[in-house]
């Protein structure tokens, strides 16, 4: 697992070239509250997050970006964990969350 920034998202983002699945990990009702739009969910708590996550990205070598809601939220790299323990070899954690990308956000439009 290894931790990037939001700037290192925000590019793999914006280079269409990168192949990668961008996974909010809290539960449904805080992601239907705040999460980064090209994201999908996938609760960590739920018992078959490695699977569904192993569905979703096809395969183990796929680039998966975790992330949660705040630098202060440790769901993010629990997830990370999980993958990385079962097989993925690819996994990154956007620790600053679904707060720290909108915050960005706002600062670009100012």
């Known amino acids: 697992m ?4 939001r700037l ?3 590019r793999m983002n914006d280079e269409r070239e990168q192949d990668f699945v961008l996974i909010n990990v809290l539960p449904r009702e805080k992601f239907n ?4 739009r090209t994201s999908i969910n996938l609760p960590h708590e739920d018992g078959d997050f490695v699977q ?5 990205a096809g395969a183990k070598d796929r680039k998966i970006v ?4 705040s630098f ?8 990370a964990k999980k993958l990385d323990e079962a097989g993925f070899s690819q996994v ?11 915050e960005g956000k706002e600062k670009q439009m100012v």
């Open 72 to 79: 202060e939220c440790d769901a993010s790299p629990k997830a």
């Open 52 to 56: 569904m996550v192993e569905k979703v």
């Open 92 to 102: 990154f954690d956007y620790e600053g969350g679904a707060k720290d990308w909108l």
């Open 8 to 10: 290192e998202l925000k």
């Open 66 to 69: 975790v992330y949660c809601a």
């Open 33 to 36: 509250k705040q999460h980064i």
């Open 2 to 5: 290894k931790p990037i920034t």
